[in-house]
Nanobody
Framework: QVQLAVTGGGSVQAGGSLRLSCTIS????????MAWFRQSPGTEREWIGG????????NYADSMKGRFTISRDYAKNTMYLQMSDLKPEDTAMYFC??????????????????WGQGAQVTVSS
């Protein structure tokens, strides 16, 4: 059974940094898409960006470019989200998701078949 484990959430002051990790276990195919989303109470789940493991491309939502960096350690089957210069409006639950080949990196939740449990990020002013 495919599982995604998210670690690294926590509380930070505005201007600080955090790094989230998402590790996939027992992938059914070596070719898949992994993405980061976030969701604040009362809002829609928002796509941050993601990777194609088979293309090694990294895509970002336009609004996330600059302060958010996605990377991956292929040996560890882990994707990272490095967040810098955090703002209170970045406070949200952060999720990772995976979809297997053929897959698309989109902002549609339906394009992903597996989800991690989420990690809370709280940014105080």
């Amino acid at each position: 059974q495919v599982q995604l484990a998210v670690t690294g959430g926590g509380s930070v002051q505005a201007g600080g940094s955090l790094r989230l990790s998402c590790t996939i276990s027992r992938p059914t195919d070596s070719r898949y898409c992994m993405a980061w989303f976030r969701q604040s109470p009362g809002t829609e789940r928002e796509w941050i960006g993601g990777i194609y493991t088979f293309l090694k491309d990294i895509n970002y939502a336009d609004s996330m470019k600059g302060r958010f960096t996605i990377s991956r350690d292929y040996a560890k089957n882990t994707m990272y989200l490095q967040m810098s210069d955090l703002k209170p409006e970045d406070t949200a639950m952060y999720f990772c998701a995976a979809g297997f080949f053929p897959c698309r990196l989109t902002n549609l939740r339906s394009d992903y078949t597996n989800w991690g449990q989420g990690a809370q990020v709280t940014v105080s002013s």
